[in-house]
């Protein structure tokens, strides 16, 4: 089994404008002669690589401990797609699609409100992107509010450099975080080696 980590450093990964920058706060250090290291860090929960639950833009969506965690583990599909995807390219690409599905665009693969509304009617549980948004910035409400409304977890800010298109299998489970629109996780994609 080959694993390839597709999360972006917490603390260093780029923030959505308007979003706080990572703090961390080293509490205690073995160095300053503290019998053990420990730190607090400061975060916004859509900061890296993250999963926002339905909540995020749904007032009756469920929070991000509410959503079932065998939606962040099982069969994904990575699609190399650079741009704005439409409801039409959608319809395309979702016979070819797992059940969650994965878009690979140099920080630039986004979806159309009218591709939410084809994601959100179909049995798609997740989708993810490795921009900082799954939506373009003129459309970052309609495109989330749609897929909140189908119940579609989003995974954003992803790293696929490298990653292939193809079939994989993720494991992408959110931090516990009662009750919030949103959270940490750190994802990976498992692929079977050939020929084993």
Same mark, same amino acid.
Do not use: Q, W
């Given at each position: 089994m080959i694993l390839y980590d597709i999360s972006k450093d917490a603390l260093t990964a780029?923030?959505?404008p308007g979003d706080?920058?990572?703090?961390?706060e080293i509490l205690q250090s073995i160095e300053n002669e503290d019998d053990c290291? !420990?730190?607090?860090?400061?975060i916004c929960t859509h900061t890296g690589t993250h999963i926002d639950a339905p909540s995020h833009f749904d007032n009756f969506g469920n929070t991000i401990d509410k959503l079932r965690l065998a939606t962040f583990y099982g069969k994904c599909t990575v699609i190399s797609i650079e741009g704005i995807i439409t409801g039409e %390219?959608?319809?395309? !690409?979702l016979p070819y699609c797992r059940?969650?599905?994965?878009?690979?665009?140099? +920080?630039k693969a986004y979806l159309s409100s +009218?591709? @939410?509304?084809?994601?959100?009617? =179909?049995?798609? !549980?997740l989708v993810g992107t490795?921009?900082? =948004?799954? @939506?373009? %910035?003129? %459309?970052?409400?309609?495109?989330?509010?749609? !897929? @909140?409304k189908g119940n579609v977890a989003v995974l954003e800010g992803l790293d696929l450099t490298g990653i292939k298109d193809g079939d994989y299998t993720l494991c992408a489970f959110p931090v516990k975080l009662a009750g919030l629109e949103a959270a940490p996780c750190r994802a990976v994609l498992m692929e079977q080696e050939k020929g084993i």
């Open positions: 780029k923030v959505y706080p920058t990572p703090k961390v290291n !420990l730190s607090k860090i400061e %390219d959608m319809e395309k !690409l059940k969650r599905i994965l878009f690979h665009g140099n +920080s +009218s591709a @939410a509304v084809v994601i959100a009617e =179909s049995n798609v !549980l490795d921009a900082n =948004s799954i @939506a373009p %910035d003129f %459309d970052e409400v309609n495109t989330h509010v749609k !897929l @909140a």
